[in-house]
């Protein structure tokens, strides 16, 4: 079967500082990654998706990047973090052939400060 | 434009049935979507509808209206761990989908 997984789970951090969140997938190849971010009480915005190594798709311009090295793995990186930039991000995967349902990750709580 | 609408808020009793709907405008249409999000989690996939009709899957079921640009998800036999939100989602073209806001079930004793 398989299993995303995304760390950290929370994360505290300034503003001015780097960042990287990690999300892996396990049980299945080429899979569509997709990051997320949800602010509170608001659905869902996609910010990068991807359906190959070193294929990425941006969707809002903003001070974040995505990098996808391996297969499996999704990188999302600031060079430098913002107040707005606060959120839960959720990483995704869905099925190679992009029209299935997706599934997430069990998120990041970022709180800049 | 693209456009999602859900309630905001929706309150049932325990034991009960409820449906929440969603109304969509989208550039394209390859399918609709509900996921089920607890406070604080991921969302997790419910359901799919890419004709028109129902699909039932045991306490859920979800309608899709095509012509109408209509969905709603019905929940039966309403236990209190179905307090969550529940998010309807698009996907107008090959890989993105659409979200609404979503709708926050709070359920009574």
């Known amino acids: 079967s398989q299993t995303i997984h995304q760390w950290p789970a929370t994360l505290v951090q300034p503003v001015g500082s780097p960042l990287s969140l990690e999300c892996t997938v396990e049980?299945?190849?080429?899979?569509?990654l997709y990051w997320y971010r949800q602010a509170a009480g608001r659905g869902l915005q996609l910010l990068f998706y991807?359906?190959?190594?070193?294929?990425i798709s941006s969707e809002v311009p903003q001070n974040l990047s995505a990098s996808r090295p391996q297969d499996r793995q999704f990188i999302l990186s600031s060079k430098k973090l913002l107040l707005s930039d606060s959120g839960f991000y959720l990483c995704?995967?869905?099925?190679?052939?992009?029209?299935?349902?997706?599934?997430f990750g069990p998120g990041t709580r970022l709180t800049v400060t | 434009g693209q456009n999602i609408d859900q309630p905001t808020e929706m309150t049932a009793t325990e034991g009960a049935i409820v449906q929440i709907n969603c109304t969509y405008q989208?550039?394209?249409?390859?399918?609709l979507f509900w996921y089920q999000q607890h406070a604080g989690e991921a969302p997790t996939f419910l359901s799919y509808?890419?004709l028109d009709g129902l699909e039932e899957k045991g306490r859920f079921s979800s309608f899709l209206s095509r012509s109408k640009g209509y969905s709603y998800l019905l929940l039966k036999e309403l236990q209190m761990k179905d307090s969550a939100s529940y998010l309807c989602?698009?996907?107008?073209?090959?890989?993105?989908?659409?979200w609404g806001a979503g709708t926050k079930l709070i359920i009574k004793p």
């Open positions: 995704a995967w869905s099925p190679t052939g992009g029209w299935r349902e997706q599934y």
């Open positions: 049980g299945t190849s080429n899979p569509n």
């Open positions: 991807s359906v190959g190594i070193g294929q």
């Open positions: 989208t550039s394209g249409f390859n399918g």
């Open positions: 509808n890419v």
């Open positions: 989602a698009v996907r107008d073209g090959d890989y993105q989908l659409i």
